[in-house]
Structures are given as C-alpha cells and as structure tokens.
C-alpha cells in the first residue's frame, strides 16, 4: 500500500502536494505529512518553506476550525501529531540553516495540577506556527517557572490551569516576577477552563487565552507589538 501511496505522492505537483498535505494534516495522517515532507525537501525545497507553507499553513486551517467548533480536541490532537512527525524531520534542518523563528515559549501547568491536555494542545499548536516550545510538564512550582526562564530567555511563559483551587497559584508566579523586576521582560500568557479574561486582568497576565487556536494568535499579536516596539527604539 505504501508503494502505492508514495506514487500518489510524489506524482502530484509541488501545488497540488503542498494542497494534499494541507488535507492530510487535517485528517491527521502522520505517515503522509512524512512522505509529503520528504518528497518536498527531495525537490529542493527549504526546511522553512515547508514548514511555513505545508505545516504551518495547514495547522492554520485546523486551528480556525477548533476555534469555530467544526473540529474538537481529539481530531486537533491528531492533527498536531501528524505535524509533529513532520517537525521531527524539519527541527534538524532548520536550526541547521537558522530559518527565522517566531518567538519562544515556556509553558506548564501550576503547581497542583496535574491536567495537561490543553497544555500539550497549545504547545502542538504553537510549535506548528513556528515557535520554540519548552514544555515543563505539570505541577510546576514557581521555581521551575524561573528557572526556565532564566535558562531560556523566551519572550512568552505560558501557564494553565484546570481546577478552580489552583488558579490562584498563577498570581504567586507572576507576583514573584514582579518583585525580582523581570515581569515585563516577558509576555504573561494564562489559559485552562475555568479561567476568563477577568481572571487573567486580575492576576496580572498580558492575557486570557480561551483555547488553542486563540492562544497562536495572541502570541503572534504580542510578538508583532514587542518587535514593532523595538524596531521604534532602534
């Protein structure tokens, strides 16, 4: 079958391959977005071309559909696995040749909570739209918040929450960087279910981000500005 498939494939013109993969990373079929990636790389494509045109393009059109309620968490969850796959080829690549990237993010959940779906979500997602992710797992307490970002130097932390109880640990985090003045060196993005824009004011974040899909755009928003920021003080 995979003969077969690798006919298809490598028939199709670079348009209609880019157009096929796009479709396939819908349906969230890992194996074609490895072949579809391969096949372009063969064709003398750039790692970021593909990655910006077929994956990320593609991930695109996932991502406005789970925000629209046409696609829900385990079909997106497919979608970001078959994406992963590709990165897994491209990731080598592009460091190699030092493509552009869009920003880096540190994300985890807070301490005491140990739900990670929407968290494993928005890094899949962020990671298709071309950031960095470094993803410190679950229950993490404010040290390991710092210390990632002392290590890594991102320009977002993310953090999530799925229990009323531990929401309020994100206040701690943010309250800490704040005394130690590193609060604004950095994008503050917070999410998880029973969290609103309310919440997200009150603890001090750069903003609510409700799912996924909304969390790549808010970040892309927020690297735009600090870029347009930094260009005004150059």
Same mark, same amino acid.
């Given at each position: 079958?995979?003969?077969?498939? @690798?006919?298809?494939?490598?028939?199709?013109?670079? +348009?209609?391959?880019?157009?096929?993969?796009?479709?396939?990373?819908?349906?969230?079929?890992?194996?074609?977005?490895? +072949?579809?990636?391969?096949?372009?790389?063969?064709?003398?494509? #750039?790692?970021?071309?593909?990655?910006?045109?077929?994956?990320?393009?593609?991930?695109?059109?996932?991502?406005? @559909?789970?925000?629209?309620?046409?696609?829900?968490?385990?079909?997106?969850?497919?979608?970001?696995?078959?994406? *992963?796959?590709?990165?897994?080829?491209?990731?080598? $690549? $592009?460091?190699?040749?030092?493509?552009? !990237?869009?920003?880096?993010?540190?994300?985890?959940?807070?301490?005491?909570?140990?739900? @990670?779906?929407?968290?494993?979500?928005?890094?899949?997602?962020?990671?298709?739209?071309?950031?960095?992710?470094?993803?410190?797992?679950?229950?993490?307490?404010?040290?390991?918040?710092?210390?990632?970002?002392?290590?890594? *130097?991102?320009?977002?932390?993310?953090?999530?929450?799925?229990? #009323?109880?531990?929401?309020?640990?994100?206040?701690?985090?943010?309250? #800490?960087?704040?005394?130690?003045?590193?609060?604004?060196?950095?994008? %503050?993005? %917070?999410?998880?279910?029973?969290?609103?824009?309310?919440?997200? !004011?009150?603890?001090?974040?750069?903003?609510?981000?409700?799912?996924?899909?909304?969390?790549?755009?808010?970040?892309?928003?927020?690297?735009?500005?600090?870029?347009?920021?930094?260009?005004?003080?150059?």
């Amino acid at each position: 079958m995979a003969d077969e498939d @690798d006919i298809i494939l490598n028939d199709l013109s670079d +348009e209609e391959l880019v157009q096929q993969m796009h479709d396939d990373l819908y349906d969230g079929m890992k194996e074609e977005i490895i +072949e579809g990636t391969n096949i372009l790389l063969a064709r003398g494509w #750039t790692p970021y071309d593909v990655l910006t045109q077929a994956l990320v393009e593609g991930m695109r059109i996932v991502g406005i @559909d789970f925000r629209d309620g046409i696609l829900f968490v385990p079909e997106v969850l497919l979608s970001a696995n078959a994406m *992963k796959a590709g990165m897994f080829i491209l990731r080598p $690549l $592009l460091i190699a040749t030092g493509a552009p !990237k869009q920003g880096k993010m540190v994300i985890g959940t807070v301490k005491g909570d140990i739900h @990670d779906i929407g968290k494993n979500l928005v890094g899949m997602m962020m990671e298709g739209a071309g950031f960095d992710v470094i993803d410190l797992g679950i229950n993490n307490p404010v040290e390991n918040y710092l210390e990632a970002i002392e290590r890594e *130097k991102p320009d977002i932390l993310g953090m999530s929450a799925l229990l #009323t109880t531990t929401m309020p640990y994100m206040k701690v985090v943010i309250d #800490t960087m704040k005394e130690k003045g590193m609060r604004d060196d950095y994008i %503050v993005l %917070v999410g998880g279910a029973p969290l609103n824009e309310e919440f997200g !004011k009150a603890v001090g974040a750069d903003a609510y981000c409700r799912d996924a899909a909304v969390a790549v755009e808010t970040a892309k928003d927020f690297i735009a500005r600090k870029h347009n920021r930094l260009a005004g003080r150059a």
